[in-house]
């Protein structure tokens, strides 16, 4: 049922550490009008991500910071409901960063039409930016040849379980890593994975080693932390690391160093380092969704969703993203 | 003139910190005879580099360690004194690693036949190796533009001033960083640069920042160290860091953690961060040296090279060079 007023959430103040509902504050405005080349979406799904912790943080990154009092920033799916630009209808389906409200008004520039034949859910999931992530990422900055050993680190988050499902597609062994036995178990048994280490618990660098006993080729990385810095003792010559997350320190109080071994490593092994957007490689995009489609259609491909009900539990939600505690694609039925 | 016994400098111990010469040991042994299928290769030029040090260490690299009591590895150029096979004669010159000594037996599969035409000098320094690491590693790894600024460290040294004056050559911006005001001095007088920071005594962050206003493209690393930290914090969105070597490195008693920004700027600001080895792109070797040589006719490339006399020298040469005391290309002239 559509609110009838737009809640926003605002950033009240910046976090420094772990990011909690005190940080956000909810407001409630009157229904927007779109001026002149304007639209009105009324979210339907918001997306969380760990971006949106470095989003809250004063430090650019490929956009500006949220500022304090600002409508906090979040991609999301939704429904356009007024339109006065030529080639936007009202019902179109649409995503862009509509931020953390009911309705948004935006520019046709600013947003993407989406296909209706594919449920929601997975416009937000695995067709979506965290599909498309996982796949780019993997296959473009990974470029792993079958019979390789790939790990995953996040392996039961949103883009790990694409990357490590898609991994295993191209015909690798794969090994993700997650927090707790429940999520490993899943990861194997569900997904497919041949391996799967519990980081919470393992001796990480002992761990590796028995899960990929012949080293590691390509390391899809969410993580950092502890999880890069074993990896990077288990990289094969020509070794490609994947810097797609840095989970382990969106929430840290000052900067960490860095593993040991770089850039020694690099240098000895030939690694290949390597951070990418997945807007690069949008002139391919409709290919690679079309891809995505296949292997879901095949059964090769499962979509995993998390389903929080209710814009007024995202700032919770949030805080559990960081905790661990989603399975998959995070995202907040908004309407 | 031909020494009457075979000197040979023999992996005493293994340095923990810096290296000196009490870790080599002389010893004499009577002149080599060639088995069959063999050679025997009467030094000339012994290379002295960074890499010497990595191989003292027990930790394998691209080769197997030196045990001590065995002869120092060492790339070296050298005549063919001796010969039991048919397709290299007496006289011709190869280089190969000859190792610490004044006669060495070798296969032919593992020499490379040298130019005659050229300098020995130079064959062993911006024609040899040394400049074929600068020049993939700027080219093929690097891969800067026309405008770009291009930061390389130890620029001074034998892979640094080739690797710098080539980024000049490609119409980029090039800034070097050296040790003390000579040697900066000589980078941007001698060498061209656009401008050298003296690492030892600057504020490495703000140097960086003055001296590179549009940002850095790319970073050619041979130091790895605080050069590498203030750079990452300048490098632009899709830059590249080329992990050619980690100087500041090589004598640590324990491995440092990597810098802060790994991977986190990596994943932010999209950045590429890759070592190669030099080997991997001989299948142009040839078209390589012909505009390595190219360019030293025309005068826009400069050959720097730092002679020590006697195969006797060779220990105390190699602390030299960690104590950043040579320029350009340091070799010991055996013969």
Chains 1, 2 share one sequence.
Not at 269 to 278: A, H, P, S
């Amino acid at each position: 049922m559509p609110s009838p007023v737009n809640r926003q959430w605002l950033l009240a103040s910046r976090p420094s550490g772990m990011v909690g509902p005190q940080h956000l504050t909810l407001r409630e405005q009157p229904l927007p009008e779109p001026g002149a080349g304007e639209i009105v979406v009324r979210t339907r799904l918001l997306s969380l991500d760990p971006a949106n912790r470095a989003w809250m943080s004063p430090v650019p990154t490929y956009k500006a910071p949220v500022a304090p009092g600002d409508v906090m920033h979040g991609f999301a799916l939704g429904e356009v409901v007024a339109s006065k630009v030529t080639d936007i209808a009202v019902g179109d389906l649409v995503d862009g960063m509509l931020g953390w409200q009911d309705y948004a008004v935006m520019k046709p520039a600013d947003v993407t039409r989406r296909d209706g034949r594919y449920r929601p859910e997975a416009l937000m999931g695995v067709l979506g930016i965290t599909g498309l992530t996982a796949y780019y990422g993997l296959r473009e900055v990974g470029r792993p040849k079958p019979g390789e050993t790939v790990l995953v680190s996040a392996a039961a988050g949103a883009v790990g379980s694409i990357a490590a499902q898609i991994a295993r597609i191209e015909g690798c062994r794969v090994v993700g890593t997650a927090g707790g036995p429940e999520k490993c178990a899943w990861l194997t048994d569900t997904l497919g994975l041949d391996a799967a280490i519990d980081y919470k618990s393992a001796d990480l660098r002992r761990a590796l080693k028995e899960a990929c006993p012949r080293g590691i080729d390509v390391y899809f990385d969410n993580t950092g932390g502890a999880v890069l810095q074993a990896a990077l003792y288990q990289m094969n010559m020509g070794g490609r690391i994947v810097c797609c997350g840095n989970l382990s320190q969106y929430n840290a109080e000052k900067p960490e160093p860095g593993p040991i071994g770089v850039p020694g490593l690099l240098v000895v092994k030939r690694l290949r380092m390597e951070g990418f957007i997945v807007m690069d490689y949008f002139a391919t995009r409709p290919q690679a969704e079309a891809t995505l489609a296949k292997w879901i259609e095949e059964g090769r491909l499962k979509a995993a969703e998390d389903i929080v009900d209710g814009l007024e539990k995202a700032p919770e939600a949030l805080a559990e993203l960081f905790a661990g505690r989603n399975r998959g694609k995070l995202l907040v039925r908004v309407s």
